[in-house]
C-alpha cells in the first residue's frame, strides 16, 4: 500500500483502528469494506459526486460481458513493459481495468469520486488500495509513483505531474472520433466528433509523448448490453427522450468502439 497524504494539508496519514488521521487532527473513515473516503467536504460539489448506483451497476454488468476487453488488453500491454512498483489509476470506477493493472504493477491503488463505485470495486477485489477522493487533490505525496493511469477520467494534469516521478509515465485512454458513432447518430441530429487531441494540447512542457495509438473494434450489442451501455454513457442523457427511448427498445445495434491511448513521459 501507498503512502496517503491527508488531501488537506499533504502530511502524512496514519492509520488508526477505524480511520486515518493527520498530524493536523483531518481524519477520515475505513469503510466496512476497506476503502478509505478521503473526499473532504472542500472538494465536494455535490453530496454525493460523481456516477449513481445505477449507471455504476450498468457499466460493471457491461463490462463484465466482456464488451471491452480488448481494451483493458491493449492498455495493459502498454504498462507491462514499464515494469512499476505502484500505480495509480485515476476515476478507476468500479475497478475493472484497475484489477487487470495488478500484472503490471504490484502495489495498484484505484481512486474515484464516486463511493458507490470504490464500493463495489473494494468488494470484489482485495490486495488493491481503494480510495474514494478527488483528482484535483491527489492524496500521495510529491513524486511519489511510478505509473497514473486515466481511463476516461477528468484530468487534472497538474495533479498527475506532482505525483508522478521523474521519469514515470502517465497512460490516458479517452474516446477516438469514431467511437459509438453509430449509436450517436440514433440519439442526435448532428453527432459531434470525440477529440482526442484536446487532451494532448492539455499536457504542457512537463511531459513528452511517448506513444499515440488508436484502438477500433467493432461491437454487437444485443439487449441487455445496448441498454446498459445508454445507462453507462452520460452524454446520452443529453438526448431528447423519445429518441433515447426508441434506441433503448431496439434489439440490437452495431456500432465500433474506438479509443485514444496516449502514453506519456514525465520529465
Ligand atoms: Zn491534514
Not at 473513515?29 to 449513481?52: C, F, I, M, T
Not at 521523474?166 to 469514431?178: E, I, S
Amino acid at each position: 500500500m501507498p503512502c496517503i497524504v491527508c488531501p488537506l494539508c499533504r502530511l502524512a496519514l496514519e492509520r488508526q483502528a477505524s480511520s486515518w488521521t493527520c498530524p493536523q487532527g483531518h481524519s477520515f473513515d475505513v469503510a466496512r469494506e476497506g476503502y478509505v473516503n478521503l473526499l473532504a467536504v472542500q472538494h465536494k460539489h455535490s453530496r454525493e459526486p460523481g456516477d449513481n448506483p445505477g449507471m455504476v451497476q450498468a457499466r460493471r454488468a457491461f463490462l463484465d460481458a466482456g464488451h471491452y476487453a480488448p481494451l483493458r488488453q491493449a492498455a495493459l500491454a502498454l504498462l507491462a513493459p514499464l515494469r512499476a512498483s505502484a500505480l495509480l489509476d485515476l476515476g478507476c470506477g468500479e475497478g475493472y481495468y484497475t484489477s487487470a493493472f495488478t500484472a503490471a504493477a504490484p502495489d495498484v491503488t484505484g481512486l474515484d469520486i464516486a463511493k458507490p463505485a470504490i464500493r463495489l470495486a473494494a468488494r470484489r477485489y482485495a490486495g488493491i488500495t481503494w480510495l474514494v477522493g478527488s483528482n484535483a487533490a491527489l492524496p500521495l505525496p510529491d513524486e511519489s509513483l511510478a505509473v497514473v493511469t486515466s481511463l476516461f477520467s477528468h484530468l487534472q494534469v497538474g495533479e498527475m505531474y506532482r505525483v508522478l516521478r521523474p521519469g514515470g509515465h502517465a497512460l490516458v485512454v479517452t474516446p477516438a472520433a469514431p467511437h459509438l458513432h453509430s449509436l450517436r447518430e440514433a440519439l442526435f441530429d448532428a453527432v459531434r466528433e470525440h477529440q482526442p487531441e484536446k487532451f494532448l494540447a492539455g499536457f504542457g512542457p512537463g511531459f513528452e509523448l511517448r506513444r499515440n495509438d488508436e484502438l477500433r473494434f467493432p461491437l454487437k450489442l444485443q439487449q441487455p448490453a445496448l441498454r446498459q451501455l445508454l445507462l453507462m454513457t452520460p452524454y446520452a442523457w443529453k438526448a431528447r427522450p423519445e429518441r433515447r427511448a426508441a434506441l433503448e427498445a431496439r434489439q440490437a445495434l452495431a456500432t465500433e468502439a474506438a479509443f485514444s491511448l496516449m502514453l506519456f513521459r514525465r520529465k
